[in-house]
């Protein structure tokens, strides 16, 4: 079946203006994840969604940085007022759940944003 | 916090040479473990995992055993192949919430 799907594959941004990344997880998957993998960062969590529950946005950086899921689906990442140390790859991921703990995360192929 | 600390890379190892990374974790409670590869120009791969202390996760040849008393979740090959040559990221799940806490991640090469 389709598996986690992202876009655009690619984006070159000018510094100050906002960007949106689109996350489609698997159908049928409840929890979705954001994480951003940059070479002085290495993995970071952004976000997390769970079905109807509040976000967990605790690894979000800065209020420049929001996310929603609509409709329990897709989901899209925003963020405002882009600077140089956004650039990175944005990774979002899907599970059936967010608990029990095994449940597997699926990684769509990213997001690279480059900020001139 | 949590935290997972893995071996610096990159490591170079000939065809057939016997593989270890090291990964070492900082948790409260008991959490689940995992490893993930990223092969050249592609996504995020689960490899495998362990949920609870002495368990084995293994896949592909890999092997990684859960320790609690170490709280190490070191990867282990026999005989790594050239297209074993990946990043290799170990990471943690607690069980309050979903998200996954990541190594700095092992670049592996393997030469023929």
């Known amino acids: 079946g389709a598996g986690v799907s992202q876009s655009p594959s690619n984006k070159v941004t000018e510094k100050g203006k906002d960007v949106e990344l689109r996350c489609d997880p698997i159908s049928g998957h409840t929890a979705l994840y954001w994480y951003r993998q940059s070479l002085g960062q290495g993995l970071e969590f952004l976000i997390y969604f769970q079905g109807n529950s509040a976000p967990d946005k605790s690894g979000l950086p800065s209020d420049r940085f929001s996310a929603e899921r609509t409709g329990g689906s897709v989901s899209t990442l925003t963020i405002q007022r882009t600077q140089q140390e956004d650039s990175a790859v944005y990774l979002c991921?899907?599970?059936?759940?967010?608990?029990?703990?095994?449940?597997?995360?699926?990684f769509g192929p990213g997001t690279r944003l480059t900020v001139t | 916090g949590d935290s997972v600390t893995q071996m610096e890379g990159p490591v170079t190892l000939s065809e057939e040479a016997f593989l270890t990374i090291n990964c070492t974790y900082t948790?409260?409670?008991?959490?689940?473990l995992f490893w993930y590869v990223q092969y050249p120009g592609e996504g995020l791969q689960l490899l495998l995992k362990a949920t609870k202390a002495d368990d084995k996760g293994s896949n592909k040849g890999f092997e990684a055993t859960y320790r609690k008393e170490t709280t190490s979740f070191h990867l282990e090959k026999g005989s790594v192949q050239v297209s074993d040559s990946a990043v290799y990221f170990c990471?943690?799940?607690?069980?309050?919430?979903?998200?996954?806490?990541f190594g700095q991640g092992t670049e592996l090469s393997v030469k023929p």
């Open positions: 948790a409260t409670g008991y959490p689940s």
């Open positions: 991921a899907s599970s059936l759940r967010g608990q029990p703990i095994a449940y597997e995360q699926y």
């Open positions: 990471a943690l799940k607690d069980n309050q919430g979903g998200k996954l806490i």
